[in-house]
């Protein structure tokens, strides 16, 4: 029998895999699919612009006063918001639903890394384990099943518009303008030519809307409210709005968070890299928007295989070596795609790069999550919002900057801000090695019934 914080892990990653199956496609699209004007990525622009705006005061709010489990409900139905607003793509559909998704998607992913911090430091108690272990691994179970969602989504999105009979070849005139050998701005592989059937563009977004209630209903009906108690508890008590309300900010005073800014930024340069660049200008440029879908499903299998492994690796090697691998694994596919004139005719090369981007990106998402639960065991709500801010910092920048700058000149950055990171992170790993932050005990979140059931003697309405 699987415990019950473990089975609680499951149903977070199985409603976490419904609903980014359906955003993560859209994502992996918009730069090609919604590309007149730029539409595609100034939602996406707009998007994480409202996630970071989310940071600065929402998780806080919403956990402590609905729990974890009604946060992500909340926010979930915020993401299906966007599937919404691409049946009909334009400025006055995309914006709003973007900003809408923007509100929900901090407190979605905060709400998520504080539950699965919770429930493994409960667990770490029980079996009598370092509650570090057990994130590590509940980290990565909940990325192996969440970075699937890369898999099906794709898939879904490469067989339908597969059945399109408007695919016309590519000329080689435009393969000429493919990858960092031109700038990359008049990339118009993704015309009114190619542009896939009106009626296949619903039938995915409609799927997409499925599996997004889908989610929402799994997550609502099968997740355990662990955190009930304390956020009634929160309800009833006196402290001041402001208090909760800057929550986010007041961490920035601990010089490990701010030092962890450019790693947690990169997180969000290299994910925007690979779905909005890498997308258009070597895929949708060289193979056709057709073939986006199966590039991305490598990448989401092979995130999905290494966040399992190196969430059971992390226990006997430590997180250095890992974000030492995952450094050097993005390195070198930088500098590679700086060189690399794609041509449809090297099938394959277009799959390697995702397949090793996805290695890298599993190391920096589960290792940088368990990180943040690690050091602030105190402030998971506001540790996990200023991750969420950071992250979309970086993904507004590159986003904001998509249509300006020639591609060699992104990878530059992407290259940059890489070389911060691997100087600002061994700093506070050092410290950590050194200082180990204790662990907190978990087991104010029991919920009252269990409180009751543990002794037949004594009836305690407050925790002890």
């Keep these: 029998m699987i415990s019950r914080n473990f089975k609680n892990v499951l149903v977070v990653s199985i409603g976490f895999l419904s609903l980014f199956t359906a955003y993560g496609g859209l994502q992996s699209l918009q730069s090609s699919l919604n590309a007149a004007e730029g539409m595609g990525v100034a939602s996406l622009s707009v998007v994480y612009a409202s996630i970071i705006i989310s940071s600065m005061f929402l998780p806080p709010i919403m956990i402590k006063n609905l729990g974890c489990k009604w946060t992500i409900v909340v926010s979930m139905a915020c993401y299906v918001s966007y599937s919404l607003g691409n049946l009909f793509p334009g400025w006055y559909t995309l914006i709003p639903t973007s ?155 601990d010089w490990r968070l701010v030092t962890l800014i450019p790693l947690t930024m990169y997180s969000g340069f290299e994910q925007s890299f690979l779905s909005g660049e890498y997308t258009k200008n070597y895929v949708t440029c060289a193979l056709g928007i057709h073939y986006v879908g199966f590039v991305m499903m490598c990448f989401g299998a092979s995130n999905s295989l290494c966040s399992i492994l190196f969430g059971r690796l992390a226990q006997h090697t430590g997180r250095a070596p890992l974000f030492a691998l995952a450094a050097l694994t993005n390195l070198s596919c930088i500098i590679a795609l700086l060189y690399w004139r794609p041509h449809r005719d090297q099938l394959v090369v277009f799959f390697v790069f995702p397949a090793l981007w996805g290695l890298s990106d599993a190391i920096w998402q589960t290792q940088t999550n368990a990180l943040y639960g690690i050091l602030f065991p105190r402030e998971k709500e506001a540790a996990f919002a200023n991750y969420r801010m950071w992250e979309s910092l970086g993904f507004v920048i590159a986003f904001a900057y998509s249509t300006f700058l020639c591609l060699e000149y992104k990878l530059y950055i992407v290259l940059a801000v890489l070389v911060v990171t691997a100087i600002t992170y061994p700093i506070v790993e050092y410290h950590e090695h050194k200082h180990p932050t204790k662990p907190i005990q978990e087991g104010d979140y029991q919920n009252h019934k269990e409180v009751i059931k543990a002794s037949d003697d004594i009836v305690c309405q407050t925790h002890l």
């Design 99 to 253: 900003v809408i998704l923007g509100l929900g998607g901090s407190p979605l992913w905060s709400a998520k890394c504080t539950y699965l911090t919770i429930s493994g430091n409960m667990q770490a108690a029980k079996d009598n384990k370092k509650g570090s272990d057990v994130i590590n691994y509940y980290f990565g179970i909940f990325f192996f099943i969440f970075q699937s969602s890369a898999v099906w989504g794709n898939l879904m999105s490469s067989l339908i518009f597969g059945q399109d009979t408007a695919i016309v070849d590519i000329p080689q005139e435009q393969l000429e303008s493919c990858g960092a050998a031109d700038c990359g701005l008049n990339v118009t592989a993704y015309g009114n030519t190619t542009r896939p059937e009106q009626k296949l563009v619903w039938t995915l977004v409609g799927s997409y809307i499925g599996v997004g209630v889908l989610a929402i209903l799994i997550v609502a009906v099968f997740l355990d409210n662990i955190d009930r108690e304390q956020a009634s508890e929160f309800r009833g008590s006196q402290q001041p709005f402001c208090h909760t309300f800057l929550a986010t900010f007041r961490l920035l005073k």
